[in-house]
């Protein structure tokens, strides 16, 4: 059984927001494989949405408690189907990252990530694999971090998210297919 958690912010506030690209990840892997998953409805203080894929359960959640709030969804949601953090992915934004460009890694610690951070202190590890996807960084010079993640992206950026976004959905894919260490082979 797999948990697979998108990071982000509830709201139409910050739905377009760079903050929120886990979110957008977990939410076209569940549109990919729609006939596989039930619709998404309330618990763990998040949206949950259960279903199949290769023949192994995935449960999806979209944690609703604002991003450095995140463990309490993906602890809640872990505890009750008994998931070990070995088989939980985050999916969230880098802004160290280029735009579009992934990151997968099994461990390690959550670079500056809040959400990353509230999850790794909940679980009392750093061993929870995660998928990073690049929300850019070219204004950070002159935008502080804080405010950059809760900007949307440009309309010159629409592109190349979209083709990040993509590639990261296809990389949850090859995650449930393929493994951890073979995704992690093709995509880093």
């Known amino acids: 059984m797999r948990l697979i958690v998108g990071l982000g912010n509830p709201g139409a506030k910050y739905e377009r927001t760079r903050h929120n690209a886990g979110f ?4 076209g892997f569940h549109t990919l494989h729609a006939q596989e998953f039930d619709g998404w409805r309330e618990k763990f203080s998040g949206l949950v949405s259960e279903g ?11 944690p609703q408690t604002f991003m450095n709030l995140s463990g309490q969804a993906v602890r809640e949601a872990a505890d009750f189907w008994k998931i070990a953090p070995e088989e939980i992915l985050v ?14 890694r099994r461990d390690g610690s959550a670079g500056g990530h809040n959400g990353l951070k509230d999850i790794f202190e909940r679980f009392s590890t750093e061993d929870i694999p995660r998928l990073r996807i690049g929300i850019g960084n070219d204004m950070l010079e002159r935008v502080p971090a804080e405010k950059f993640v809760l900007e949307p992206f440009g309309q010159d950026e629409q592109e190349e998210l979209a083709r990040g976004l993509q590639r990261a959905t296809e990389a949850i894919d090859l995650i449930l297919h393929e493994g951890l260490e073979d995704t ?5």
């Open 52 to 62: 199949r894929v290769g023949g192994e359960k995935v449960v999806l959640l979209l």
């Open 184 to 188: 992690m082979n093709k995509i880093n």
């Open 91 to 104: 999916v969230s934004d880098d802004l160290t990252l280029p735009l579009g460009k992934l990151r997968l």
């Open 24 to 27: 957008r990840v977990v939410r």
